[in-house]
């Protein structure tokens, strides 16, 4: 079924009607255990979508309609039963059918093949993301506001709001990882949320947030799901902001780089107060320090060249905002560039702690590939014509070569070496999986360990060794790194 045009009255009705269920939904349960309440506000947003969509849907036996009996009868579960597991899952369960089932009843689609749900889905999501900044104006137009704002206005409003939901999920990914890579980092969030907490123990300020919160969520659901197409005085559906908009670029960058720089300005007191500083926070060891943090701040380092790539390419050119955007990619260069650092300087204390391996070695291979990539990106947010994927594929490439020739085998025995001359802790079963590039590296270590048990165990590993390359092999078999350890080893029997 298609849908109909909405008018600006209508809307604003829904608004009042979405504020209405939000001040139930209150009623029901802020500090209230989930009983009974969950069925009745099922029936309280099944009417509140009546209302809204009673134009639009007509009872027809079909799988929308279907959908009822399930959702009337787990969410009486509520009232009924106890089982946790059950509950859990219903609670996430519900709503889920309920927005399927609410756009089905809209729409009308059939599912009837793959074809037909991925249709649904996409234009389920398209319809989100295209009302999500109408939601936004139409609130502000119940307070007779929006009148009164410039078209052009309306459109930066727009671009920031649209910004802020981007902003929201990826703040979450981005401060849980910062907050696992850092324990500093982590109390510094601990006390903000403390202290947002302090502002918000107020009852009324506490009552007033889940009302705003869940009439704001209802009203844009009926709008996207309803696709209101609303007559006089609305904001229409902005078309291309993704690419269009520099301001939705901007308010990204500005909410990712304030978190950045709160992280990186806790980095510097590493970075330049060395093991005294760390040592003197309560709770946080050295060893704590080189073992966290590194898996997260490359994870988080991915993320910002995503956000400069997507943003390469979505934003176009914006006479006026430019400047600023060129400044905040700037500054998340920066900040993640010390993100970079830190992550070598926790790799580099982890290999003191713990020994060398292959992985570390290329680990830190590949935050120098990271570093270069974002050394070209920053260029070409000065050089728009810069092939920046070509110089990717460049880079990556002689990455990847200088990888293969600067013996990795040799540097990873090399270093726990020097680290067992300096320590006496050496991982010997480890040293003896590397090729043969590491043996002139192992004899250099077998005149160090002296006549113990870990010296008798390399002797005879040095033997088999010896014995594998004594054997004839054609000349087509010729290995420059087996004819070196051939050398070193007969000449270590003589």
Not at 93 to 103: D, E, K, R
Request: glycine share 6%; charged share 15%.
């Amino acid at each position: 079924m298609g849908c109909t045009n909405i008018t600006a009255r209508e809307i604003r009705l829904f608004a009042i009607l979405a504020l209405v269920a939000g001040i139930i939904f209150d009623y029901l349960f802020y500090g209230k255990a989930i009983g009974i309440s969950y069925p009745l506000f099922v029936v309280v947003f099944y009417c509140l979508f009546w209302v809204a969509s009673r134009r639009q849907v007509s009872f027809q036996i079909d799988f929308g309609w279907f959908l009822f009996i399930p959702i009337l009868l787990l969410s009486a579960a509520f009232a009924i039963h106890s089982n946790p597991v059950l509950l859990v899952r219903n609670f996430v369960l519900i709503p889920l059918l309920l927005l399927v089932q609410t756009t089905l009843l809209v729409y009308g689609y059939e599912w009837s093949s793959v074809r037909c749900v991925s249709r649904f889905i996409g234009r389920l999501l398209r319809q989100i993301f295209d009302n999500a900044p109408k939601v936004f104006f139409e609130a502000i137009s119940l307070a007779k506001v929006a009148y009164r704002i410039a078209p052009e206005k309306r459109k930066t409003f727009r671009g920031i709001f649209l910004g802020l939901v981007i902003s929201a999920p990826l703040l979450v990914i981005v401060i849980a990882l910062l907050a696992e890579a850092d324990t500093v980092f982590q109390n510094v969030m601990v006390t903000i949320l403390k202290t947002l907490e302090s502002i918000g123990s107020i009852p009324l300020a506490e009552h007033v947030g889940v009302i705003g919160i869940i009439t704001l969520l209802l009203f844009g659901y009926l709008a996207v799901v309803l696709k209101a197409e609303v007559e006089g005085g609305s904001v229409p559906v902005g078309r291309g902001t993704g690419g269009s908009d520099a301001t939705i670029i901007v308010t990204v960058l500005v909410m990712v780089n304030a978190v950045y720089i709160l992280f990186c300005a806790i980095q510097f007191t590493y970075l330049f107060g060395g093991e005294e500083v760390i040592r003197s926070i309560p709770d946080y060891t050295y060893a704590e320090y080189a073992r966290r943090g590194f898996s997260e701040l490359i994870v988080v380092t991915v993320i910002n060249l995503s956000i400069l790539l997507i943003g390469l390419h979505v934003t176009k050119n914006d006479g006026k905002l430019d400047h600023l955007v060129l400044v905040l990619r700037c500054l998340l260069v920066l900040c993640t560039a010390i993100m970079l650092y830190s992550a070598h300087l926790r790799l580099k204390l982890y290999e003191e702690a713990y020994g060398y391996t292959y992985a570390r070695i290329f680990a830190h291979t590949f935050i120098g590939l990271l570093f270069v990539l974002f050394m070209l990106t920053l260029y070409k947010l000065w050089r728009r014509e810069f092939p920046l994927l070509k110089a990717f594929a460049i880079a990556a490439l002689l990455a990847y070569t200088i990888l293969n020739y600067i013996n990795v085998d040799t540097i990873v025995a090399r270093k726990n070496i020097d680290r067992y001359i300096q320590t006496g802790k050496i991982d010997l079963e480890y040293l003896q999986e590397l090729s043969y590039d590491a043996i002139p590296e192992l004899i250099r270590l077998s005149y160090t360990l002296g006549a113990d048990t870990a010296a008798k165990q390399l002797a005879v590993f040095l033997r088999e060794k010896r014995s594998e390359l004594s054997s004839e092999n054609p000349w087509q078999s010729y290995n420059l790194s087996k004819a070196k350890a051939r050398y070193i080893l007969s000449e270590m029997r003589r």
